[in-house]
């Protein structure tokens, strides 16, 4: 405090809203160095796990860098709650030592939620959760860059999911292309269009999915200038603080005109129009392949990467749409 002139004493203070503390905490010889303490990349998730797998007995099949690599974004309480979650499921099953399997469904329920097999849907309304599921499937199978897709289930979980594709990335990614983005956008449409194509209509299933794609959209047109109409430029000022997590959205300050945002709106719309339209053209020629895993998805609610492929590797190619 400037008074005692006790040496070897270090003041650590730790935030997620740097931008409110009084700049008088910042200056010179007080909270003067700032550290960014980020997400852990796969090396650093890997060496989380190995600290809290020592507690445990592993069966030898344990890879503790294949589940790294499948747990991105994941920080350290995550990733100890699947180790934890994981022993939990052995120690019900009365297995010797923890498996992948248990690490596998850890990761399910840590990212989808708890299974709700007590929930009984009707037949029509399993058919459907069933074509919407393999929807996106399909079509995360028939682009060039969609993160693979590591299971599908129609299973309820506790956070109120009817259903959920699992797609995991095979490394970590910091920078992603124009056409990876429509990409993604191709595949969170794919339920919506799958379920068009199947049923003639559409149902409120899919409002996770369009709020995801209009955000992204909207993101691709107002913040990383991929609109060839209102060209590379950004419009807007996010609220939130640059140390904050991109995804906790405090609305932004607009520096745009009315006349703009109207241009805006409609870049979203088109976008969005014209990769749900790549998206029927692509399930429209993979309709076979979008049948199979519906009807395997309604008979065994579950299916991991090889049951996909398995099922789609009965059409001779699966071509990737595009345009």
């Not at 596998?104 to 959760?129: H, N, P």
């Amino acid at each position: 405090d400037g008074f005692d002139p006790s040496m070897g004493v270090i003041i650590i203070a730790a935030t997620n809203k740097p931008e409110v503390l009084d700049p008088a905490l910042r200056r010179a010889g007080r909270f003067d160095r700032q550290i960014v303490v980020d997400r852990p990349d796969v090396k650093g998730r890997e060496a989380i796990l190995r600290v809290h797998a020592r507690k445990i007995k592993l069966a030898p099949d344990v890879d503790l860098g294949v589940i790294a690599a499948r747990t991105p974004g994941m920080v350290g309480a995550d990733l100890a709650n699947i180790v934890n979650e994981a022993a939990l499921l052995a120690a019900r099953r009365n297995a010797d030592a923890v498996g992948m399997d248990h690490f596998e469904e850890a990761i399910d329920r840590i990212m989808l939620g708890l299974e709700k097999k007590g929930r009984v849907m009707g037949q029509v309304e399993k058919e459907r959760i069933a074509y919407h599921e393999a929807g996106h499937a399909v079509v995360a199978l028939s682009v060039h860059h969609a993160d693979p897709v590591h299971r599908v289930t129609i299973i309820p979980r506790s956070i109120g999911t009817l259903g959920a594709t699992l797609q995991l990335p095979t490394e970590d990614r910091y920078v992603l292309t124009k056409q990876e983005l429509e990409d993604r956008l191709t595949v969170l449409l794919g339920g919506r269009a799958a379920e068009e194509i199947a049923f003639g209509d559409i149902s409120t299933g899919a409002q996770d999915d369009l709020e995801r794609a209009t955000e992204l959209a909207r993101q691709m047109v107002t913040r990383f200038g991929m609109s060839d109409a209102l060209g590379p430029r950004t419009f807007g000022r996010p609220l939130a603080g640059r140390y904050l997590q991109p995804s906790l959205d405090l609305g932004e300050e607009r520096n745009y005109s009315e006349r703009t945002a109207e241009l805006i709106d409609e870049e979203v719309g088109h976008l969005i129009d014209h990769l749900y339209g790549r998206a029927k053209r692509i399930l429209t020629e993979r309709r076979a392949a979008l049948v199979r895993i519906a009807r395997e998805l309604e008979t065994r609610e579950t299916l991991n990467r090889e049951d996909l492929e398995r099922l789609v590797a009965r059409d001779e190619k699966l071509e990737v749409a595009t345009g």
